[in-house]
């Protein structure tokens, strides 16, 4: 199985021109999305997961081990994009602080993720720096933009704490994938079966061990 190196070309820095984002991410097919993400030519040139792998919805192994802190990688599985995003200390405990004035389904009750991962970071214990999530959107299934830029003033200003934001009717999902209320999306995003096969290597489409 071949393995996904996180590099420089592959992801989205915290300080992306979103307003460039959002124009590109107006597409709503999903191949278009990843395709656009991030740097799009040297991203598809350093992408590449067997053709056995692709054909037969393999697992795939991603190497997060120099995935920076605010970065996001996007990578296939099963035809979907997935998204991996290293978060900070600062992040998780905005995160952990987000209630359900805020937040439609906080505790991921109604959510389609393994039974082990838990909490507010939904992530893996001893991992929850690294979230990983199916990036399709659970309203319509458009592809959300990675919004890390705390307070942008698009998203609501001081209230937004990062996130993702699906630009085809407006839902916003905070940096675990938790939905908000008052938007369009039910459920908050999904997080696929996924393992760690060392310290920095991540299988996506095999289940942890617990
Ligand atoms: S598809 Fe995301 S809000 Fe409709």
Not at 174 to 200: F, M, Q
Request: glycine share 10%.
């Amino acid at each position: 199985m071949d393995t996904i190196d996180a590099n420089a070309s592959d992801v989205d820095a915290a300080d992306v021109n979103t307003s460039r984002r959002r124009f590109l991410t107006g597409a709503t097919s999903v191949i278009g999305a990843v395709g656009v993400v991030g740097a799009a030519i040297p991203f598809v040139a350093s992408w590449k997961p067997s053709a056995k792998a692709k054909a037969a919805g393999a697992p795939v192994k991603v190497n997060v081990g120099k995935l920076e802190a605010g970065a996001r990688l996007v990578v296939e599985w099963r035809g979907k994009p997935v998204y991996i995003v290293r978060r900070t200390a600062e992040t998780l405990a905005a995160v952990d602080a987000l209630g359900d004035e805020t937040l439609k389904d906080m505790t991921s009750i109604d959510a389609a993720q393994p039974s082990y991962i838990k909490g507010s970071a939904r992530a893996l214990a001893g991992k929850e720096d690294v979230l990983v999530l199916v990036g399709l959107c659970t309203h319509l299934g458009c592809a959300p933009i990675y919004r890390p830029d705390v307070g942008a003033a698009d998203l609501g200003g001081d209230s937004w704490m990062g996130g993702f934001f699906c630009p085809c009717h407006g839902s916003k999902f905070d940096l675990s994938g938790r939905v908000y209320v008052n938007v369009p999306a039910p459920t908050n995003l999904e997080i696929p079966p996924h393992s760690y096969e060392s310290d920095s290597i991540i299988v996506i489409g095999v289940d942890a061990e617990v």
